[in-house]
């Protein structure tokens, strides 16, 4: 994979994990996790007040987004950066250019994370 020019822009490492749902002995279904993609760098910013209202209404519960080079991602994974967990709300190649993604993200309270 080419480096992008904003390359050094991603200053810290996640992981991306996917669920898979299956049945336990009581074929109760039960979702787990697994790491798709490992020390994936990537920038995460706190979401402001301005670029919220221009996200609408269908994005309100946004607090954060990633920025990160061209992966295999979708709104069913989750990201994982340290003990913070975040659900992708939405994954998007920025102006179709190919260069980086723009993943719109809700963080999860200690709660919600299973």
Same mark, same amino acid.
Do not use: C
């Given at each position: 994979?080419?480096? !992008? =020019?904003?390359? %050094? ?19 109760? =279904? ?7 993609? !490992? ?6 910013? =706190? ?12 994005? @309100?519960?946004?607090? %954060?987004?990633?920025?990160?080079? =061209?992966?295999?991602?979708?709104? @069913? ?18 102006? +179709?250019?190919? %260069?980086?993604? +723009?993943?719109?993200?809700? +963080? ?7």
């Amino acid at each position: 994979m080419a480096i !992008s =020019p904003a390359h %050094h822009l991603f200053n810290i490492k996640v992981d991306i994990e996917r669920s898979t749902s299956v049945q336990d002995e009581y074929t109760t =279904p039960t979702t787990t996790w697994a790491v798709e993609h !490992s020390d994936l760098e990537v920038m995460i910013q =706190p979401i402001s007040g301005d670029e919220l209202l221009r996200l609408g209404k269908d994005l @309100q519960e946004v607090s %954060h987004i990633m920025f990160t080079d =061209p992966i295999d991602i979708t709104a @069913q994974d989750r990201v994982k950066y340290g003990d913070r967990y975040y659900n992708i709300l939405h994954a998007g190649n920025a102006i +179709e250019m190919d %260069h980086h993604l +723009e993943v719109l993200l809700r +963080e999860l309270a200690n709660t919600e994370v299973v």
